[in-house]
Each structure stands twice: as C-alpha cells, then as structure tokens.
C-alpha cells in the first residue's frame, strides 16, 4: 500500500498510510478500477491518486454527465458504478444521476468531498457548505458518512452492498474533507478493510410460489412474456431464452430489455404490441414494473373501457422487490427473488413436454406482426427529400445489424420513440436509454461509460435537444479518444422547428433552435470527425467510416422540420391534451 511520502521518510513513516488510500484501497479489493468525476476541493489529489494506483479516473466536464456514466456502468457490469464529486454544487450535480440511478435500479455509488462537519453543522458558512447527507437521503437507497479513516472500509463495504443488494440503487458516500488527510498505521488501515463476500445474494423462490405460476401459466390461452431492464440486468440471458423458447410463449421486450433475446426471433411480438397487451389473458412479467410505461397495468391499452378500467388479465410478476407486487393492479401470482434464481425455478418446473400456447393465438400474433412488420418496411423503402426520421433510422438499423456487438445510447422525443421501434437490438445489455423517467441529458455520459466498460463501439442516436444537455462531453470523448460516434437527428428544436412566435415578436418559439445549426463543428474544435449528413447515403458513409476507424466522430443528420410529434409517443401526457379532449 503506498502512502503519500516524502521521499526523505523515516521508517516508522513508511508504515502509515491515510484516508486517500484508505478509499482507493477499499475499492480496488472490491474489484472496482474505474471512477467517473470531476475533480476539485477537497477530491482533486484524490482522483490523482486513484490515477497512480492504477486506477482508470475518467474526468468529465459536469458531474451530472459522470453521475449518469457511473450509473449506467452500474447497470451493464452488475458492479456499482462510482461517481467521484466535489462539495456542495458538484454534489448537486450528481445528485440528479443519483436520483435517476435509484428510480432506475441502476446500482451506483456517489461519492462527495464535504465541508467541515462541525461548522456546517452549526451554519457557520464554510465553503461549499451543505448538510449533503440529509439532501441526499431521500433520493437514494442508502446514505453513510465516514468521520474516521479506520472506518473507510466498513463504509464502502455498506455502500457496496446497498447498491448492489435486492433492488439496486443509488448510495451516496459522504466524505468529509479531514477524513482524506487522517493518517493511522498501514497495517492495521489494511486490516480494517472489507472484502465484501457475496454483494447480491442470491434470492431463492419459494416452491409454492413457483407452483402457482405454473399453474396459472399452464391454463393460460393467451399467455404473453414481458421482459423488463431488471431482467436483462440479471444476465441470465441464456434461462430468459430457454423460458421463451421451452414454453413457445410470444415476448415483448421493454426498451432497456431488447436483445436479451434477438429482435428477430420469431417469437417477439414487439411489432404486435398494441395487439397482445390488450388481447393476452396471462402475463409473465419479469423484471419489469406496471408503471407508466406499461400504462400501469389497466386502461385501454390494456383492453379496459377507460384509463382506470381493469382489462382482465391475470399477472405472474418475478421481482426481487416483494412490495413492488400489487403496486398497480393485483398480481395473481407473485415469484419474489432474483430473476435468474426464479427464471430457473420456473425452467425445472416446466421440464420439456410443456406444449405450445393455443395455434390460434401464436397465428393472430404472427399475423399482426407480419402485417405491421410489412407496412414498417414500406415507410422506412422511401426516400423523401428532406430526409425524415424513418430514412435516416433505416441507415442506422442496418448499421446495428452490420455491428451486433456496439452498444446503443437514445435520448430524445421522436429521436426515442422511431429508433426504439426502428432499430432492432441482437444482443443482451447494448441499448442504453432515458430509462423509467424518460430523463433527457443521459446521452454523452452513457456513450462514455458504454465505451469504457465494453471496449466496444457506441453508436449514440440523440435528438438535437436531447444532446445540448450534455453535449460538452463531446470534449471528454475527444480526450480519452473513445469510439463513440453520436448522430444528431437534426429537425431544428424540441419536437419540432416549426413553431411560431404568436405574437410576432423577434424571439423564436420556445421550442425553436438557430436554424441548420452545424453541431458537427462542435467536435472539430477537439480533434474530432464532424460529418454534415442531408443524405442516407452521406449518414451511411460517416457511420460506417466512423465504426471503422473508431475515430470520435459527430454525425449532424438533417432531418425535415416538420417530421416530429409533440412529445413524441407521449403527447397525451401534456395537460394542454387534457383540455382538448
Ligand atoms: P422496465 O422499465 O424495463 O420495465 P423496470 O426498471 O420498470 O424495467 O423494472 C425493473 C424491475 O426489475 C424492478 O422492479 C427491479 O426490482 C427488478 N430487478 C432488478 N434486478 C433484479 C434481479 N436481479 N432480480 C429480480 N428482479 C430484479
Ligand atoms: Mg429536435
């Protein structure tokens, strides 16, 4: 363990070490090497230090940016990703990513220098000062506070286990700035830290909990399989498939879940949606909630006459959250455990004489879907001048299919919902989304972190608002030279950039950017490729260029104006739709 030392140290110097690598320790023996941040007072030798002890220290530019990396690390590796902030406002910073990373299940761990205990606490007015423990509490799962450098590893050791235990989430670690400087014996600091043995326990089903899903799965007639973000978090993609395919049972997957399975299996019936959720009599639900997405279980989309009607259906729900159950509408059979635990459970039970689900209703599915699948490939066939979305997401779906392994960041309104039902994903853990709130500002610091942690390519579709929330970053990807290639689908403002100033005053509509803006030259500034794409033909060659060279690349995809929808897919959540109706 290196301790910061003078190199005239005397002997009995050697042997101490302090609260800096105390922490650095702690969470390289839990196996976690790379820390998204921003340094400052009091953190900034610290992110030095985790850079000489080997340690990747990626630095960004706003810490919402490296709060949502972390998270969004947390997610694909099933490690809490750590977020590295400074006092008061960089905490601030964080704490929206933090929020977002619990609302998600996202496992993450923010950490953040902070005022002096004792004058914060008696409102003296330290610099930065904040009481950040009590702000952060009720947005996270979890909250400590280490005073003392001996008790370091029991801190990161809870944080660990908080965010990565049952339903994971966001912890926040407060680090007062006088911890860092505390020294104590080296031995005994090694001592005090935590190897944490086992950080997510399995979670076993109980049989008879097991044996009322079956059951009720057995006399389904129209049985459906709704795969959620928590079950592709699982990685136990290969069970998820065998449950699939062993049962025969058609699948939709929410948008985080696409190619657990591939989207071309034959049995998603993600062309079908608006057909099978009305339609099925038993759902499977795994690792998805009944929350707005899923238009809480009832209303029309589920077959009920109205938005609170019930449509009928009977739910089996795999969560590793107990109270998640009922949450909506009533769950006919709970299996409460971690899914691959569950999922196997369930796999033992159905055996391989299970049968298919009724021909009717397997031919109604395909016959739906074949039918939207048709009518999807006339509109994405035309060519119109401007190009729309639809033309230009046809180049990126191929792109995809050409590069099955390259993650997908999508941020946006119509950039969202065209790419999410445009672009089929083939393998599990590639698409990174707005996830359950729909938060835009999630683009750049995903693309980082699905770059660091995969090695892989990153394709980032962003709508052109969506990318100004974190579109600093494009110098973070130049920096670390990161093979991310980020498509702006340009229509000229949020939703659209075709509203007018009603009262005819100088000032555009809110909704309206600068016309043919030229955001391409935003990545020139920093070395980086910068693409000016009017054509598919032009989108095509500077993505392709872009996945072969893995070179920073920014493609500004001109897209009509008039092409988007208010709110994309959404437009009914707007109060103003309310009035209207
Ligand atoms: P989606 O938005 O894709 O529907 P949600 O985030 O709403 O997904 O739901 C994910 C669910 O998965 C949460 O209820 C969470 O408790 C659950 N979950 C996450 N990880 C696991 C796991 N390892 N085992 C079981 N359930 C899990
Ligand atoms: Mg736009």
């Not at 302090?18 to 941040?37: C, Q, R, S, W």
């Not at 947390?74 to 750590?82: A, D, L, Q, S």
């Not at 902070?114 to 007015?125: A, P, T």
Request: proline letters at 6%; glycine letters at 10%; one cysteine or more.
């Amino acid at each position: 363990m290196a301790a910061v030392l003078s190199p005239a140290a005397t002997p009995s110097e050697a042997k101490m070490t302090d609260g800096f690598h105390l922490v650095l320790d702690a969470l390289k023996l839990n196996g976690i090497t790379n820390i998204y941040g921003l340094p400052g007072i009091p953190i900034t030798d610290l992110t030095r230090m985790a850079q000489a002890e080997g340690m990747r220290m990626i630095s960004f530019r706003h810490e919402q940016n490296a709060g949502n990396a972390a998270a969004i690390a947390g997610f694909m590796t099933g490690k809490p990703g750590i977020c590295l902030t400074v006092s008061a406002p960089g905490f601030l910073n964080g704490l929206t990513a933090l929020a977002n990373a619990t609302t998600n299940c996202f496992p993450m761990i923010l950490i953040s220098g902070s005022s002096e205990r004792e004058i914060v606490d008696l409102s003296q007015g330290d610099y930065e000062e904040m009481d950040q423990l009590a702000i952060a509490k009720p947005l996270c799962k979890a909250a400590f506070r280490v005073l003392h450098a001996e008790d370091i590893g029991v801190g990161i050791a809870r944080a660990i286990r908080s965010a990565v235990s049952g339903r994971p989430g966001g912890v926040y670690l407060d680090l007062p700035a006088k911890l860092f400087a505390q020294t104590m014996d080296a031995a005994a600091g090694a001592a005090s830290l935590i190897q944490v043995v086992d950080p997510a326990p399995r979670q076993i089903p109980a049989p008879d909990a097991v044996k009322r899903a079956l059951d009720l799965l057995k006399g389904a007639k129209k049985p459906l399989i709704l795969l959620g973000k928590g079950a592709a978090y699982a990685q136990a993609d290969a069970d998820i498939r065998a449950l699939v395919e062993k049962t025969g049972i058609p699948y939709l997957p929410m948008s985080m879940a696409k190619g657990i399975l591939p989207d071309t299996h034959e049995l998603s019936a993600s062309a079908a949606r608006s057909y099978v959720l009305p339609e099925a009599d038993v759902v499977l639900l795994v690792g998805a909630r009944l929350n707005w997405l899923l238009s809480h279980g009832k209303g029309k989309t589920w077959g009920g006459k109205d938005h609170k009607d019930w449509g009928g259906q009977k739910f089996i729900q795999i969560d590793i959250s107990p109270t998640e159950m009922d949450s909506n509408v009533r769950i006919d059979a709970p299996v409460v455990g971690d899914i691959g635990s569950c999922v196997a459970a369930l796999l033992a039970g159905i055996g391989n004489n299970w049968g298919r689900p009724p021909a009717e209703w397997l031919n109604a599915v395909a016959d739906k879907k074949n039918k939207n699948v048709a009518k999807m490939a006339e509109t994405l066939a035309k060519d119109p001048k401007p190009m729309n979305f639809h033309s230009a997401l046809n180049v990126v779906r191929d792109i995809v299919k050409a590069n099955p392994d390259a993650m997908l960041v999508n941020e946006g309104a119509n950039a969202l919902d065209f790419t999410r039902s445009i672009v089929d994903m083939y393998k599990p853990r590639k698409r990174l989304d707005v996830g359950t709130w729909g938060v835009m500002g999630i683009g750049m610091g995903f693309a980082v972190a699905a770059a660091v942690e995969s090695g892989q390519p990153v394709i980032a579709i962003e709508g052109d608002s969506a990318f100004g929330f974190s579109g600093m970053e494009v110098e973070t990807i130049c920096r670390y030279n990161l093979p991310v290639c980020i498509v702006i689908m340009n229509n000229n403002g949020v939703y659209r950039g075709t509203d007018k100033n009603p009262t005819g005053g100088a000032d555009v509509a809110p909704t309206v950017f600068v016309k043919d803006s030229r955001y391409e030259k935003l990545i020139e500034a920093f070395g980086g490729t910068g693409v000016y794409a009017t054509t598919p033909a032009e989108l095509r060659k500077g993505m392709e260029e872009a996945l072969k060279s893995r070179k920073p690349t920014l493609i500004n995809a001109i897209i009509d104006e008039t092409a988007g929808t208010e709110s994309g897919r959404i437009t009914s959540l707007n109060p103003a739709a309310v009035l209207k109706k």
